[in-house]
């Protein structure tokens, strides 16, 4: 089934509609990008897999109240984040944060050599953090929130975002220079 035969506005209509064949392209359009950010939240592909189905249930329910005044893709990705944020959260993950006596070697940035990583290298990486950490770097990094913004939504505080971040940032330059070495 060819995805761009048809403009976003006639698939939005189809869906809206519950047809199943401009549900189906909406999904094919969107499902590879989205799976990335339900593994970055996640951590687990099988699991990333399960997320993504369940955002996809709300997004298709969801959709008849969604307008074309914003971004479909921008508003396809608040659900599947907040789906992800929310199965991390029911699976009591978030409390896994890193902890101040965790180890963190200071290693020096290598712009060069950081610059040869491709994207998977990157976000398989992000998986290894712990999961309270690497929800707050996505929410942070990748979907720009603010920390006052991350803090309200996890249920902790401004500074436990920001500590969170910077924790998680030098344990991922720190493991990315190790792969550039």
């Known amino acids: 089934m060819k995805v761009d035969l048809y403009s976003e506005e006639e698939i939005l209509k ?18 590879k990008k989205m ?7 996640v951590g687990d592909r099988d ?10 249930i709300k997004i298709f329910d969801k ?7 914003g971004s479909l893709e921008g508003w396809i990705r608040r659900i ?7 199965y991390v959260r029911k ?8 902890t101040e006596k965790e180890e963190i070697e200071d290693e020096v940035y290598e712009p060069n050599a950081l610059q040869q990583l491709q994207t998977q290298d990157v976000l398989i990486q992000v998986a290894r953090l712990p999961d309270g950490a690497r929800v707050v770097f996505n929410l942070y990094a990748l979907e720009g929130y603010t920390h006052k913004e991350i803090a309200q ?5 401004e ?18 220079n190790k792969l550039t070495a």
């Open 14 to 31: 189809g869906c809206k509609k519950n047809k199943r064949q401009f549900q189906e392209i909406l999904y094919r359009k969107y499902a």
């Open 35 to 41: 799976y990335g950010i339900c593994l970055s939240y």
């Open 47 to 56: 699991l990333a897999q399960d997320v993504l189905q369940d955002s996809f």
């Open 63 to 69: 959709i008849k109240g969604f307008n074309l005044a």
């Open 80 to 86: 599947v984040s907040n789906t992800a944020i929310d």
């Open 91 to 98: 699976q009591s993950r978030l409390q896994n944060y890193i």
């Open 153 to 157: 939504k996890l249920n902790i505080t």
């Open 159 to 176: 500074g436990t975002s920001k500590s969170q971040f910077n924790r998680a940032r030098k344990l991922l330059m720190s493991w990315l």
